[in-house]
Every structure is written in structure tokens, then in C-alpha cells.
């Protein structure tokens, strides 16, 4: 049976190396590469991954949106106007795929890993061909692998180092009717939203309103504080201290019994009308057992790091209200960063300010 995913590559490599596979010779070349590929494929990924509840909705993922063959060409146009860094190509369709199928959150980590594989296998399906064209794909899905297997490595570093705490933490759960992932749910997060590299963001400072001459740590003090309020200009750098939050509060041992949770508000009012929901819908899908009772449970403890993103851009000026007011309700126990523009600064926000800590990004 024909292998869609396979034969997309396929396609891709007599469009982009026609030279190489022209005439007899050629095609006989193509055809070797792609028994190659499909042996990698049956035995890296098949084999392995084939009996996964989610595969087969990957699987089809990957087809319909030409997952595999875009990021190739991505990464292989260099032009100024439609080139985009590869962990953002990849970042992009991962999302999206999180998006079309939520059930599948859970297993965020390993979806990255069977990505990771497919490179692999048509690297290896390439490398000896001694073609200029086929170079240029063979090097390209080269960088994209290694790329990839350093982030996941990377994130399964970082997790081992707190695993010991999180196991300390999910045996006290055990009593409970629900069982919380906290292992996926941390992996999960940190493929998502995986830190900025240098080149593509410039650091920003950031101070207190009330004492704006001494540069702060916006964890230690929403440890300390509670509750943050970030503010800045558009392209200040307000997600990059977000995600940057989220990234340390996955990491950091002083946190290992509180749960991130990251809400970019662009999504209220279109995947959830409140955000007691939006947290539900956030890691409902790690949650083995009743879910609701374990999210409302853990947000009355204060055991949440909630981060949202972005309130001015939320689409509709009525849901921005709505939003503004479910976030002002929030119990000051919980440890919430807000980041928004300034001039969208509210009277509700002000209000709720009052009592918070207010950052400024320069």
C-alpha cells in the first residue's frame, strides 16, 4: 500500500531535483530512494508510533497540509520575503495541529519526536547521493533533525532534573479520583512554546513602575507578589517575558508543585467564552479522571501559575471586557502575570492593578 507521506517527499524531490532524477538513470535513482524511505518510515516510525491513538490523526495531519514537504521548502527558500527561521515553520504547524485536534495535547512531545524521525529517514534515504540539488535537501532535513532532537533533548534534560519532586508530588495525589500528568503536561509545554533564540528577539528590561531605576525578575516576584501586571508598547517584548516566564516555571525547582498554565488571550470568546474554561480547556486533556474537580481544587489552593498573553488582542471590544472582569475575580492566592498594552489599561484593570505589582518593559 502507497504511503501518502511518502509519496508528497516523493513529489517534492522531483520538483526541487529534476536534474537528478532525469531520464533512465534517474528514475531508477528515485525509485531506490524511495524503497529507503519507506523502510525508514516502517521501521522508525511505524512500527513504533503506529498503534498510538493519535497517529493516524497525525498521520493524516501531516498529509492534507503538506507538513513535511512545506517546512523542507521553507527551509530551503532563503529569500528575504518568504523565508521563516525553521522553529518557527515547525512551531507553527505544531500549533496548528494542537488546534484541529485537542485530545491529542497529551502526546505533544511525542509527535515532536515522530517529526524529528521523518527528517531522519529522508536524510538518510539522501545521503549518498552526490547530486548539487539533492545536497541542498539532504543538508536542509540534516539541520531540521538536529534541530529538533537538540530542543527535545534538551526539554528531557530539563524535565529529569525535577522529575524526583514531580514523582513526589503525583504520589501525594494518589488518593485522589484524578491522577494529573505532569510529565507530558511539562513536555507538552515546552515543545509549544519553546524559548526565543537571540537572533530572533532582542532582550528587553524590565522594571517596577514604582522604582523604574532597578531591573527586576519577573518570577521572583510573582513568587513573592502574587499578581503581575506587564506593560509595554506593541513589540516591546511582552509574549518573549511571557513564554520566558512559562519556560522557567516549567524548569524551576522552586515550582515544582504548581502547575503553568499559559493563555494567549487571542483565543477567548473563539475556543472558550470565560477563563475558568480556558483553564479547563488547557490541561483538561491531562487529567486522568474528573477534571473539573481536580482544575477547581488546585485553582482554590492557589497550586496555578496562570499566564495570559496579550488582552488587547482579543478581537471583539465586548469579549475584551468580559475578559478583563473574569480576570479581576481571580483569587489573589493564585500567582497571575498579565501582559497588555498600555494604553489598554482599563478602569476595571486599574482597579485590580491597585493591589497588584505593575511592570514596565523598556
Same mark, same amino acid.
Do not use: H, M, W
Given at each position: 500500500m502507497e504511503n501518502p507521506v511518502v509519496s508528497k517527499i516523493i513529489e517534492?524531490?522531483?520538483?526541487?531535483?529534476?536534474?537528478?532524477?532525469?531520464?533512465? $538513470?534517474?528514475?531508477?535513482?528515485?525509485?531506490c530512494i524511495k524503497r529507503k524511505l519507506k523502510k525508514g518510515i516502517s521501521n522508525e516510525i511505524l512500527l513504533m508510533y503506529g498503534n498510538k491513538t493519535f497517529y493516524n490523526d497525525w498521520d493524516h495531519f501531516l498529509v492534507e497540509y503538506d507538513v513535511i514537504c512545506n517546512i523542507i521548502n521553507n527551509c530551503c527558500d532563503e529569500s528575504v520575503f518568504n523565508y521563516k527561521s525553521k522553529s518557527q $515553520?515547525?512551531?507553527y504547524y505544531m500549533h496548528l495541529f494542537v488546534e484541529n485536534y485537542p485530545q491529542h495535547s497529551s502526546h505533544y512531545y511525542e509527535i515532536s519526536v515522530i517529526l524529528q524521525r521523518y527528517f531522519e529517514a529522508i536524510y538518510r534515504a539522501l545521503n549518498k547521493s552526490d547530486n548539487a540539488e539533492t545536497r541542498v535537501v539532504c543538508n536542509a532535513v540534516k539541520e531540521l533533525a538536529q534541530g529538533l532532537s537538540y530542543e527535545l533533548q534538551d526539554?528531557?534534560?530539563?524535565?529529569? /532534573?525535577?522529575?524526583?519532586?514531580?514523582? $513526589?508530588?503525583?504520589?501525594? /495525589?494518589n488518593h485522589t479520583s484524578t491522577r494529573f500528568l505532569f510529565d507530558e503536561y511539562r513536555k507538552y509545554l515546552l515543545c509549544l512554546y519553546p524559548q526565543y533564540s537571540a537572533d530572533e528577539y532582542l532582550e528587553r528590561k524590565i522594571y517596577s513602575k514604582d522604582e523604574q531605576d532597578v531591573q527586576l525578575n519577573a518570577l521572583d516576584v510573582l513568587l513573592r507578589e502574587k499578581s503581575v501586571l506587564v506593560l509595554g508598547e506593541a513589540g516591546y517584548g511582552k509574549t518573549y517575558e511571557s513564554v520566558t516566564l512559562l519556560q522557567k516555571a516549567c524548569t524551576n525547582e522552586n515550582m515544582h508543585t504548581l502547575i503553568p498554565i499559559f493563555i494567549?488571550? /487571542?483565543?477567548?470568546?473563539l475556543l472558550y467564552s470565560d477563563i475558568i474554561g480556558g483553564i479547563k480547556y488547557k490541561i483538561n486533556y491531562f487529567c486522568d479522571g474528573r477534571a473539573d474537580e481536580f482544575i477547581e481544587e488546585k485553582l482554590k489552593e492557589g497550586k496555578c501559575v496562570l499566564i495570559f498573553d496579550g488582552v488587547d488582542d482579543i478581537a471583539q471590544e465586548i469579549d475584551q471586557k468580559n475578559s478583563m472582569q473574569n480576570l479581576v475575580i481571580l483569587p489573589h492566592s493564585i500567582a497571575t502575570i498579565i501582559s497588555l498594552l498600555q494604553r489598554v489599561l482599563t478602569v476595571i484593570m486599574e482597579n485590580w492593578a491597585q493591589k497588584r505589582s505593575i511592570f514596565l518593559l523598556h
Open positions: 517534492l524531490l522531483e520538483e526541487r531535483c529534476k536534474d537528478a532524477f532525469s531520464g533512465l $538513470t534517474g528514475k531508477i535513482k528515485l525509485c $515553520t515547525i512551531n526539554i528531557k534534560s530539563k524535565l529529569e /532534573q525535577i522529575d524526583g519532586k514531580v514523582d $513526589t508530588l503525583v504520589g501525594r /495525589q494567549p488571550l /487571542q483565543e477567548y470568546g
